[in-house]
């Protein structure tokens, strides 16, 4: 309930590293998880979140854990983290959860890949 | 960022109530009515002795009452049950099995409640043929599908009066001379409607039609179904052969009594009320979409039920409307409580057309007896930032918007 009353973290980052868009409309859940990057470390992250009460408390908390965490250790914060850290979830909104950890990975993987295309054009 | 501040969270004090529809409290006046039938007039209406006869009268009385509320031709028209649910299941499954000799199709509309649907769902696993007739944006039935659909094999068509979720009336005497000149069997679902609209089964040509006493301020656990002369139902509760043998099982006494006295004070307040429930109504619309942008009504301004007042607004989502009016005291919906145990949107919301993120960005408000125009105002005072908040959120909120 905290972290949907005052949500951490919330917003774009315009310049991000990477981006990471997951869930769609249907379902009733749109979340993307912006990250900055630097020395290897996840240095800023924010997130926009269409969804329920549960999503933006999972879209909140996840970035709570990766802040600050190396891009490996954030890879594997798993969707039961992000539920166990708010404290459980209903099993009916447990997919939240797992969105927002996939938001995160999808945002990471998001910066390997522009990474790579910078080195091909060095 | 516009957060709720700590001191209007959730320990504000003002709790104010706007979720009708999915219960109501009993009326006083009802409560006083029933006490007597659970200390001291207990008897069994079954029974030959003088408990038993208090008991039957009081029953009987009941049963006047509600016949008067929808104006039946008599008393024995109407069958108590346990609620709205048993009465559309006795209504839909009792009709088809009784009558499927004459014919094996059904015609209902594509907004019905659960307790419509799925009963409906359900015959046609058992060799039942159903239609589910399409309505327009606003929720209307599609009186020329209807007239296709109606063949020699439509022995029932179930339309609901209004739609809780959406507000919208139907044209039940339309309807009713549509369906009576094929020759098939009218159930109007009253559920939402009795008790907001002068109902009146005769003028308006209505066969089975289903009450609930909760929704005119009666105790839960208790309804009844109106039967019109002629028209046959099979019992679905077998058993001791009460309520004319069409529903089995001992009288729940206090609960009819309070739903009689809810049906005796609803009859002389409809009036009255349903004026008063429309000018907050409309207030409340106004005040809830005028002032926001990309803010729209579901259902129709005018065939509406005095006290629905269901909004959309683009780019966000119901639940966290709903959590974030609840830190403010404000007790609302997004949808039909029935179905808030899925995360599907509202199949209403989709067969007036809405996209799903339309559907899920839908709130409703359902006013009743103890709503005010302060409590309106208070309501319309504290949306525009809640709107605000949850879409400098979203990542769905259009650019247009942001500038």
């Known amino acids: 309930m905290e972290h949907f009353k005052n949500p951490r973290n919330m917003g774009e980052i315009p310049d991000a590293d990477g981006v990471g868009t997951v869930g769609n409309p249907v379902c009733g859940d749109v979340m993307a998880i912006y990250i900055k990057v630097k020395d290897n470390r996840i240095a800023d992250i924010k997130f926009k979140t269409f969804g329920c009460g549960a999503a933006v408390a999972t879209s909140s908390m996840v970035t709570e854990l990766a802040k600050g965490k190396t891009l490996e250790q954030a890879m594997k914060i798993t969707r039961a983290d992000v539920a166990d850290e708010l404290g459980g979830l209903p099993p009916i909104k447990m997919h939240c959860s797992n969105l927002a950890a996939d938001g995160l990975h999808a945002a990471i993987e998001d910066y390997y890949k522009k990474q790579k295309v910078k080195g091909m054009k060095k | ?403």
Do not use: W
Not at chain 2, 361 to 388: A, C, H, R, W
């Open chain 2, 1 to 403: 960022m516009n957060n709720l501040s700590e001191d209007e969270g959730t320990t504000s004090s003002k709790r104010i109530y706007m979720d009708y529809t999915a219960g109501k409290p009993v009326d006083p006046r009802v409560v006083e009515a029933m006490l007597p039938y659970m200390e001291t007039m207990y008897g069994n209406p079954s029974s030959v002795h003088s408990f038993g006869q208090e008991a039957k009268q009081a029953t009987e009385e009941a049963r006047t009452k509600i016949a008067e509320l929808v104006n039946a031709e008599k008393k024995n028209s109407i069958i108590f049950t346990s609620g709205a649910t048993e009465s559309n299941n006795m209504a839909i499954k009792g009709f088809a099995y009784r009558n499927k000799d004459r014919g094996t199709h059904i015609i209902t509309s594509s907004i019905e409640h659960m307790s419509v649907m799925n009963p409906c769902k359900y015959l046609s696993t058992r060799g039942f043929k159903v239609s589910f007739l399409p309505v327009d944006q606003y929720g209307f039935v599609n009186l020329e599908t209807l007239e296709k659909e109606l063949t020699d094999e439509t022995i029932l068509v179930s339309v609901m009066y209004a739609n809780g979720e959406i507000g919208i009336i139907q044209a039940i005497k339309e309807i009713s001379r549509i369906v009576h000149d094929k020759k098939a069997v009218l159930h109007v679902d009253a559920t939402a409607a009795v008790g907001q609209i002068p109902i009146d089964v005769k003028a308006e040509g209505i066969d089975l039609l289903t009450i609930s006493s909760n929704d005119i301020y009666g105790p839960k656990g208790v309804g009844a179904l109106y039967i019109k002369q002629g028209a046959r139902v099979e019992p679905t509760i077998h058993g001791g052969g009460q309520e004319q043998g069409l529903r089995s099982g001992t009288e729940n006494l206090p609960g009819i009594v309070g739903f009689g006295k809810a049906a005796e004070i609803a009859k002389k307040e409809v009036q009255t009320e349903s004026e008063r429930l429309t000018r907050l109504r409309d207030r409340f619309i106004k005040g809830l979409t005028e002032p926001i942008p990309y803010a729209f009504l579901n259902g129709h301004p005018v065939e509406r039920l005095p006290n629905n007042v269901a909004v959309r607004y683009s780019f966000i989502e119901g639940e966290s409307m709903l959590l974030s009016l609840d830190m403010m005291g404000v007790a609302a919906s997004s949808g039909s409580a029935c179905t808030a145990k899925t995360l599907e949107p509202s199949h209403v919301l989709r067969a007036i057309g809405l996209k799903h993120e339309e559907a899920h960005g839908s709130l409703l408000f359902t006013l009743g007896k103890q709503n005010t125009e302060e409590e309106v105002d208070y309501v319309i005072g504290i949306m525009p930032d809640i709107v605000k908040r949850l879409r400098a959120m979203s990542p769905l909120t259009s650019k247009e918007l942001k500038e």
